[in-house]
């Protein structure tokens, strides 16, 4: 097995960010430092990432998360702004446990967090076009032609985003409630979207990934994954 898949169902990262683990020379095969990506693990192998033993993870944890705005989607922060690992409490403390994927510093709702480096990676993969689905909020009326120049993609960082849903949910104290759904997971992606026809996204929860629904979990409280949810992810 190829060492980035090897060190991912370690659950150390999702595949990518494993290669660079594997890349920044972190990593030993019985004793011997390896930095190509095309190395393979074989059985008995000793494996050791800054000095501790690799070593596949068979019962994984899968979580959702309700994440309140204010806390970033990495497991640590030079700047020592609050992690969402936080809000798990002590229960998980010797695993290690990563989100799978982002939600940007002042958005909330659904995040997924796992051991399962593989899982990660299936989900995160653009080949897989999972839909988020999204409720945002912006100021004022929002017009059909607005919206229709989003639906039918716009250009962000020269690559035109594919096309997505959007409906209105309501409107009420000046605010339009939306629905978006897209099937890409660029970064800050809706909020970057509606700064294209210059509307600013001044609340956004992610509300569903895929099948998978938030639901009545309130913020900043976390459950496991039921059964038949792993099951769908891994057949995304
Ligand atoms: N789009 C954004 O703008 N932010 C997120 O966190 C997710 C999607």
Same mark, same amino acid.
């Given at each position: 097995?190829?060492?980035?898949?090897?060190?991912?169902?370690? !659950?150390?990262?999702? #595949?990518?960010?494993?290669?660079?683990?594997? =890349?920044? !020379?972190?990593?030993?095969?019985? !004793?011997?430092?390896?930095?190509?990506?095309?190395?393979?693990?074989?059985?008995?192998?000793?494996?050791?990432?800054?000095?501790?033993?690799?070593?596949?993870?068979?019962?994984?944890?899968?979580?959702?998360?309700?994440?309140?705005? !204010? $806390?970033?989607?990495?497991?640590?922060?030079?700047?020592?702004?609050?992690?969402? =690992?936080?809000? =798990?409490?002590?229960?998980?403390?010797?695993?290690?446990?990563?989100?799978?994927?982002?939600?940007? $510093?002042?958005?909330?709702?659904?995040?997924?967090?796992?051991?399962?480096?593989?899982?990660?990676?299936?989900?995160?993969?653009? #080949?897989?076009?999972?839909?988020?689905?999204?409720?945002?909020?912006?100021?004022?009326?929002?017009?059909?032609?607005?919206?229709?120049?989003?639906?039918?993609?716009?250009?962000?960082?020269?690559?035109?985003?594919?096309?997505?849903?959007?409906?209105?949910?309501?409107?009420?104290?000046?605010?339009?409630?939306?629905?978006?759904?897209?099937?890409?997971?660029?970064?800050?992606?809706?909020?970057?979207?509606?700064?294209?026809?210059?509307?600013?996204?001044?609340?956004?929860?992610?509300?569903?990934?895929?099948?998978?629904?938030?639901?009545?979990?309130?913020?900043?409280?976390?459950?496991?994954?039921?059964?038949?949810?792993?099951?769908? =992810?891994?057949?995304?």
């Amino acid at each position: 097995m190829r060492i980035n898949k090897y060190l991912a169902e370690c !659950g150390f990262a999702g #595949r990518r960010g494993c290669e660079q683990i594997v =890349l920044a !020379g972190r990593v030993k095969i019985n !004793g011997k430092q390896v930095t190509n990506l095309a190395t393979t693990v074989e059985e008995n192998d000793l494996v050791t990432v800054d000095g501790k033993r690799a070593q596949p993870i068979h019962k994984h944890i899968y979580l959702m998360l309700n994440k309140p705005k !204010g $806390y970033i989607t990495t497991t640590s922060d030079e700047k020592g702004r609050k992690t969402v =690992l936080e809000l =798990l409490g002590n229960k998980f403390s010797d695993k290690r446990i990563f989100p799978v994927g982002r939600l940007d $510093y002042e958005t909330e709702g659904l995040l997924l967090l796992t051991t399962d480096g593989d899982l990660c990676n299936r989900i995160t993969h653009p #080949r897989n076009e999972i839909t988020k689905t999204y409720v945002a909020k912006i100021e004022n009326e929002v017009s059909e032609d607005e919206l229709n120049k989003l639906r039918a993609g716009v250009i962000l960082d020269g690559v035109k985003t594919k096309r997505c849903r959007i409906s209105v949910l309501g409107f009420d104290d000046k605010i339009t409630r939306l629905e978006v759904v897209i099937s890409e997971g660029r970064n800050r992606q809706v909020r970057r979207m509606f700064e294209t026809i210059n509307r600013e996204v001044i609340f956004l929860k992610r509300v569903g990934i895929g099948e998978l629904k938030l639901g009545g979990l309130s913020r900043g409280e976390w459950r496991e994954l039921k059964p038949k949810e792993v099951e769908y =992810l891994k057949n995304v």
